[in-house]
DNA sequence: ATAGGTGTATTAGTTAAGATAGTACACTTG
DNA sequence: CAAGTGTACTATCTTAACTAATACACCTAT
């Protein structure tokens, strides 16, 4: 279900909660879910269980799971449409890499064709 | 001209290398100009000289300035068209930055929007 | 030629983040 | 009770980034 590449500049434990917001966006792992323990990610991974601790704390600290001692990690509610209110915040991003892009010559009409690229394949995913 | 950010989680000489390609861009760098030396920017920024030197050594790789032992540093031939090639690999970038928006619920009109807004924006300063 | 500015190289040391290792405690469930 | 769970803690290791200090070879203007 995971996969971390340790050789990545951006820590694992990001890694994981990238992987994590990922499965809630797309539906791999709903509200209520129950997230893999600790120490079988632990395992299955051959990362540190306080490598993957960390990953869960932050997803506990933007309120994405929900940790109950004794049980396990669970999907919180209202996790993706957090998700989604907060990852629409990266439309920021997307305005400078644009500009980044126009100022190396690409032209607007190029960047379009790269949107209609993009929700082209989307609505190949729906038939 | 130079402006770094200590606390930036982006390494010093990676803001060096990222402002220098801007200013080529822009072309407040031309090709053939001089670079402000090693020890000018070490002292202007309050950095270590070897810091200026890895950023140096690193645009100097990238084949954007070419250093010449006792005079100084300047900017190569051809290092805006170079950049703008490279810079141009970044649409594969675009793509994924907007598939996450679409992953999160932001609408096709909505990334448009955006794109017309930066390229507006591009008129206005062609005023 | 001499002084001062240039790029370059080398060695050593510091700092902070990330990751590992091991242990321990309290809780829940079968 | 036993096994699995989240959590906490301390200690150690590793690496990248940065600093510090020094040295050398080169160019140029005085």
Redesign the pocket.
Known sequence: MFQIDVMSRT???EQLVEQVEKFILTGILSEGDK?P????LSMEL??????I??A??EL?RRGLIS???????FVAEKARESLQVSKRGNLEGLSSQIRELALAGVSKEEILSCVEKVFGEEEKKND
């Open positions: 820590p694992v434990y997230v323990s600790v120490r079988s051959s990362v540190n269980p306080n490598t601790q960390k869960f704390s506990d940790s109950v001692p004794g049980k396990g990690c």
